[in-house]
């Protein structure tokens, strides 16, 4: 579990004060770490549930020493991160009753992230009931892609009755790393062609021409596109159901494979960590080696066919934990694309970017930008943006 506390200044700017991660919860390994400009503390825990983690997250938040709360009553509004919003939502909202049912129905499209996103919005509700919860979707960035990208090649009844189509994901981390880039590189965010690539253990590309989202790599669910940690990415379906059939597997054992044994782990056979796979394929690990080819190849692909879709890329990005450390998956990824006017300096690419930096070479007619990943303070200002009333259009849809 992942927190921040930001601060509101005067000019609409928002200052994060402290941030922490809960990790292994519910385990005996349950730690957490906090955060300021001036400490780092950790703290042992024993197998917190969700409502301890948050009660544990809070104490940091208003300890006397390193707290930067006296009360948890300054808290104005509460940003969650929620996965997938299905067609049921269309931006941020205020959360109520009729949102969490409308969220329960979305369950099943990202059982992984969506049960786990509703526990925190719950225990948060019952901590501070009296301070409003927005929910944040990932998915709500992603609803301007056109409908010639975003409805799959079936029977048209399953896109229109049953909601069968592609809705993205990462849509928050897109969205603050195209606002950033454009600040950082003094540009015109509805004049500008961007490719995100959001590379960590999971893994999207996004086009994002004039300021929305036109496609993504990600569909339905979380497991398509590029390939990930755990997960396979692009497949055929006869291939799959080939798989299902002479193996025997229910759906069930289905998913374990596509979601949790796939991927980086099951190409290289070792490991889902980039950094283990980069750290063996250097040592002559051939199947750390492939994992590597197959990940950089991947992404050169969707990066040349999204420059296609936008007639032309003026930015591409790279953020996420992946995105941001590995100077060898990057340089990978955009190698040979010069005729795209994408070419990077080997100085400028470093192993590790503390800020956002740019690592094209001078000149290049596309830029080439690491942004630091930042979806706290998206969530953090969507919040306050609807708390304040700043937005009026309806965010859901009640279907």
Known sequence: MKYSLFSSEENGNLN??????VSDLETENAEIRYETESCVITIKLDKPDYREALEAAIATLTHPEYGKLSDISEIDAVG???VHGGDKFIGSVLIDEVVIAKMEQCIDLAPIHNPANLEGICQAMFLLPATPQVAV???AFHQSIPIRARVYALPYEYYERHGIRKYGFHGTSCQYA????????????????????HLGNGVSVTAVDCGRSVDTSLGYTSV???????????LDPGALLAIMKEQDLNVKETDL?????SGLLGVSGVSNDMQTICKLAEEGHQRCQLAIEMFTYQLKKYIGAYAAVMSGIDILVFTGGIGENSSLIRSMAAANLGFLGIVID????QEKMSRDTVISVDGAAATVVVIKANEEKMIAQEALTIVKGLKTEQAVLLK
């Open 80 to 82: 969650h991160r929620t």
């Open 224 to 234: 398509g596109g590029v390939m990930m940690g755990t997960r396979c990415g692009d």
């Open 346 to 349: 080997p100085e400028r690419n």
């Open 257 to 261: 494979i596509l979601h949790r044994q």
């Open 16 to 21: 994060m004060l402290a941030r922490g991660l």
């Open 178 to 197: 195209s606002q950033q880039v454009c600040q950082l590189l003094k540009c015109s965010l509805e004049q500008s062609r961007i490719v995100i690539c």
């Open 137 to 139: 979707f990932d998915t």
